[in-house]
């Protein structure tokens, strides 16, 4: 496997054998192997990769793995490597780094990069201004076929894509558009204005980036050109740009669906990140009241006491009722947390499937109620059998209800469903499933409270 040949080079400090394994790697290689090897193999193969290697990989990552990269290079190299990304790359990256960092950056840019750099973040968030790359080709009307390409190849290299190239005036006004392909099986001497496609789809640099993206998709589109209120073209959107903010927004749609708003994210990092003291700021009033549900839990067993003594049998079926509805409302929890998740349960529609969920816990209830009370009666006593099914039936009801209710409750109230929902949903489920099964005992085999 590729993995395991780079970290074994990686161990045994082969660095020059493994140098000759990436430089033969095909792209697409290279970045599922990157993927699965440590923080730390990541940093030394990628300081390994020739320049081309390196950018190309880059641009796959995401924002946090680039950030990984570029604290363990010089500030020399950083410098060298921000320089040389792609300007709308280079802009998503510092909109992710520390303020300070980002303007250090900016400030050892070139003078032409540092101006393109500037320019897109002068455009408002999440729009096509933003996302936009300044590196397309651009072609004059007049233009004859034949110096059309002569600019092509000269300035093809460095520019993000070439399939699609676009006709302006003096102005710099977007004229037409034409495809290399066009370009290609023209004859050399035609002018250019003759054969490109005037009226060309465009985007301005306010248009949401999401509706950009969707024109892109809708419209089978490799690149889109954008353009300042005077009509000049002055960037293109191309279409990895696209299928990375539709994969953004449809999470951010999913969430917002769920009633998750940005804090949550905050909240995850705060539990897995943050210091003793904030974790137990979050996680301990959650526990201190559930403590006192149990409590409560305790003071109904004792209530019964006298059930318990006088017919032993009846305690041997408290921890399969407990144990049985809690599984149910763990069940049940997960389902709705994932069924949030997936944007499948919209929490404005939320009546629906919390139906659909109680009437699946009530079916579940009644084959499992049935076979359990059969058994419980079989063992010991008719009547004790159908005081457990029935309790069985009733409590794992009620714990499929409390697995979509109180997780849906604690979002809408803005509080963490991480930390709260297992500990409520059992401490609910445990006090109720005592009182089921203790009535249920009282009716049927005499006993009075």
Known sequence: MLTERISAHIEHKDLDSLKALLSGLEDVELQFAFNDLTDEE?????????????????????????????????????????????????????????????????????HEERKITNLLLGYEDETAGRIMTT??????????????????RQQARDKETIYTLYVTDSMKKLKGVISLKELILAQPTDVIDRIMTKHALRVHTSTDQEEVARTLQEMDLLAIPVVDKEERLVGIVTIDDAMDILEDEATEDIFDRAGITGNET???????????????????????????????????????????????????????????????????????????????????????????????????GLMLGVITGVIAGLWHTPMLGLAVGLALIVAITVASLLGF????????????????????????????????????????????Y
Do not use: C
């Open 266 to 364: 905050d909240r995850s990092d705060l539990l897995v990140n943050g210091s003793l003291w904030r974790i137990w700021k979050v996680r301990l009033p959650i526990l201190v009241v559930t403590l006192g549900f149990a409590f409560i839990a305790g003071f109904i067993v004792d209530g019964f006491e006298e059930a318990l003594e006088s017919i032993a049998a009846v305690a041997i079926f408290i921890p399969l009722i407990m144990g049985m509805s809690g599984n149910v409302g763990t069940q049940s929890s997960t389902v709705f947390a994932r069924g949030v998740v997936l944007g499948q349960i919209d929490m404005k529609k939320f009546a629906k499937p919390f139906v659909k969920e109680i009437l699946v816990g009530l079916s579940i």
């Open 405 to 448: 209710l109180v997780p849906f409750l604690l979002i809408k109230l803005n509080l963490d469903q991480a930390a709260g929902s297992a500990p409520i949903i059992t401490s609910i489920k445990d006090i109720v499933a005592l009182l089921i099964y203790f009535l249920f005992v009282s009716i049927f085999l005499g006993v009075v």
């Open 135 to 152: 590196e397309f080709i651009s072609l004059r009307r007049k233009m004859t076929v034949a110096q059309a390409l002569d600019r092509i």
């Open 42 to 110: 990541q940093v030394i193969t990628f300081r390994l990769l020739s320049k081309a290697a390196a950018l190309t990989l880059f641009d796959q990552l995401d924002t946090e793995h680039q950030e990984n990269l570029l604290s363990s290079f010089t500030n020399e190299r950083t410098i060298e490597f921000v320089n040389t990304l792609a300007p709308d790359d280079r802009v998503r990256l510092l909109d992710e780094l520390p303020a300070g960092v980002a303007q250090q950056l900016i400030a050892n840019l070139s």
